[in-house]
């Protein structure tokens, strides 16, 4: 909903809010959050609220430490787990320098500049995500173990799935901030939930994403667990992946997204690095039907991308990436990647497997091919790109 900073602070005065959470994210997309009191939230859509930028991963290389943050009203939410006395209100803000430019190196900016490109070529990108995350038993200290919640498995009941109840309030309690989960249940591996998100509009998916990730952990721990989105949590147990829906339409509203996806699939390699951006993001490709090749196919088993039409509407479904990626980054990439394949108009290739390539097999692999990737360097500022390739 979209709110005027004047409806935020009579909302603040009419709901007592007495904390205002002014979250951003860092280059991995890391939630990061200032708290201000009432009285200093017209200075938040004004002028901006001061941080240190050279303690943010991806931006130490500023000319000068301050960074400004400006809230976006249209993230207003209240947060359900704090009191109703004295409540507690997020908003999610974009990156000023203290010019009042854009700061380049904050990735919803990045973003908004995909979307704009996209806007300027005709083409609406909508994202959908399906998200994967274990949960495990804390030992007496409050630590996180390596046992999980239950022993269930694929789509299991209670009382074999003990899992349903933490996946009942995570879904509600999103539901109160203004998101609607789409379907949930148990995983293949013990303790291993899915959550899935319908279709949204790229800001709207990434802001979506990242508080979805906030209130998994934090209804977990009320639950005395511990939510892990890690690649692998478990040895020789399935990973956790964050598959990637992809709908795309240009501006007559022709489906077009067979094309973004063969541009998306030219790039991928390159942009690997951003998708999977830890070590243990690569000992998850290739196992446990996580996929390791460059290829796709209606079969919806163990390939990069899989494509369905059903009804008369094609899906387009990325299942490469996990969730410690930065969703506003990969947005951006997949936009970028699916115009290119829109405009040149690229068919999806029908290559013997023999000749399919493969992705990146380690972190350095993948660091090292967006060095060198003129696509990457196009889109990612330097600062970021030298983030993610360091070793």
Not at 2 to 8: I, L, N, Q, R
Not at 211 to 229: E, N, P, Q
Not at 266 to 280: G, W
Not at 316 to 332: F, I, T, W
Request: charged share 30%; hydrophobic share 35%; with cysteine.
């Amino acid at each position: 909903m979209d709110y005027t900073a004047e409806e935020v602070m009579r909302f603040i005065e009419e709901e007592d809010v007495k904390f205002i959470r002014l979250a951003f994210r860092d280059a991995y997309g890391t939630q990061k959050n200032i708290s201000v009191m009432p009285t200093e939230v017209r200075k938040a859509f004004d002028d901006g609220i001061s941080i240190n930028a050279r303690e943010i991963a991806g931006f130490e290389d500023r000319p000068n430490a301050a960074l400004y943050l400006k809230a976006d009203t249209d993230t207003l939410a209240i947060l359900p787990w704090r009191p109703d006395s004295g409540r507690v209100l997020r908003m999610f803000c974009d990156v000023y320098t203290p010019d009042g430019e854009e700061y380049m190196s904050d990735t919803r900016a990045i973003l908004r500049k995909a979307i704009k490109a996209a806007d300027d070529a005709g083409v609406e990108f909508r994202f959908g995500t399906e998200t994967e995350f274990y949960l495990f038993m804390k030992d007496e200290n409050g630590n996180p173990t390596d046992i999980p919640y239950d022993n269930a498995g694929y789509m299991d009941i209670a009382p074999l799935d003990r899992c349903e109840n933490v996946r009942r309030e995570i879904s509600l309690t999103i539901e109160k901030m203004g998101l609607t989960p789409e379907r949930s249940h148990h995983e293949r591996g013990p303790g291993q939930n899915e959550i899935d998100f319908h279709y949204g509009k790229p800001l709207k998916a990434a802001d979506q994403m990242t508080t979805f990730k906030m209130v998994v952990r934090t209804i977990a721990d009320r639950y005395g667990l511990a939510a892990d989105f890690s690649p692998v949590p478990l040895k020789d147990k399935p990973g956790n992946g964050y598959h990637i829906n992809i709908y795309a339409v240009d501006k007559y509203g022709n489906d077009v997204v067979n094309y973004a996806a063969a541009g998306i699939l030219e790039k991928i390699r390159d942009m690997t690095i951003f998708l999977n951006p830890t070590d243990a993001s690569y000992s998850r490709l290739g196992k446990n039907f996580a996929p390791d090749k460059v290829d796709w196919s209606s079969a919806g088993e163990s390939e990069l991308m899989y494509i369905e039409t059903y009804k008369g509407k094609t899906r387009v479904e990325l299942r490469s990436p996990d969730a410690g990626s930065n969703p506003y980054l990969v947005y951006a990439l997949l936009i970028y990647a699916g115009l290119n394949g829109i405009k040149n108009k690229k068919e999806l290739a029908r290559t013997p497997d023999e000749s399919v390539a493969f992705l990146p097999s380690s972190k350095r692999e993948a660091a090292q091919l967006a060095i060198e990737s003129d696509f990457i360097k196009s889109i990612v500022p330097e600062g970021i790109i030298r983030e993610y390739t360091r070793f």
